[in-house]
């Protein structure tokens, strides 16, 4: 599988709900991305663990225990149900340590429905479930002097009733390492994997290369090549798929 090369040429817009932070205490009501996993990045290409992306409406308290340590819960609107009955809320929590320089970052955290992510696991069954099931994150950031490091994974807790048993409790991790010869030059290597996620490599590498030549702008070029399991993935004529090649570049002006 190849990805052929892309142009984006448009400005990134973030939308939020209402948020006020006072003495500590952070409050944030609307349409939000839960803080369920930080999904570091380098690369155009979004990492495989991005299933865990929850966007939903909702509210997130986060508390500062001290400057070190920050507490985060949050509550969503339920869009997955049980057997037609009203749909409830589900809910997370995400314990984070930072460093006093901000080069150690350190999370844990949980979801109670990994079926609300943006991956939809479960649209092809009417968004109903069998079973609710639930998710862990763990990621680390650790930065020094023109390099960077991040690590992450995501790993549901039980398994998915309604798929195959190869593919019922997906887990996935990613690596990255960037690097900053110069502050408008950036190099970055990937290594991540994936295990019982559907249509997915077992595992990926590549390398990516971010240059800005004036301000506001960047130009992204990257390579990945991903290797499947085993009788895992086919094509639409049924034949089975050993791995895939990806390109992307891309061209982003801020306004």
Not at 220 to 236: I, P, R
Request: proline share 2%; hydrophobic share 40%.
């Amino acid at each position: 599988m190849v990805q052929a090369a892309k142009l984006n040429l448009a400005n990134c817009f973030h939308h939020k709900g209402l948020k006020f932070d006072n003495i500590g205490l952070g409050v944030e009501l609307g349409r939000v991305y839960t803080p369920f996993g930080e999904f570091y990045s380098h690369f155009i290409l979004g990492p495989l663990l991005e299933f865990g992306v929850i966007l939903r409406d909702g509210l997130i308290i986060d508390y500062s225990i001290s400057n070190s340590i920050e507490l985060t819960g949050f509550i969503i609107d339920s869009k997955v149900e049980k057997d037609n009955k009203n749909r409830d809320f589900d809910w997370g929590a995400v314990i984070e340590y930072t460093s006093a320089a901000e080069a150690v970052r350190l999370s844990l955290g949980y979801s109670s429905d990994l079926a609300e992510s943006d991956e939809r696991f479960l649209r092809d069954l009417n968004n109903e479930y069998e079973n609710r099931v639930s998710a862990w994150n763990a990621h680390v950031l650790i930065g020094f002097d023109n390099f960077e490091i991040t690590g992450e994974i995501i790993q549901a807790t039980n398994k998915f009733r309604e798929f195959e048993r190869q593919e019922d409790k997906p887990s996935a991790y990613n690596i990255e390492l960037a690097y900053f010869p110069l502050s408008n030059l950036q190099f970055s290597a990937r290594l991540e994997g994936s295990d019982e996620f559907s249509d997915e490599p077992k595992t990926q590498y590549g390398f990516a290369t971010t240059w800005r030549p004036i301000d506001r702008m960047s130009i992204t070029a990257e390579y990945l090549h991903g290797k499947y399991k085993n009788n895992f993935v086919f094509d639409d004529d049924d034949n089975e798929l050993d791995d895939r090649d990806l390109f992307a570049a891309q061209v982003s002006i801020e306004f």
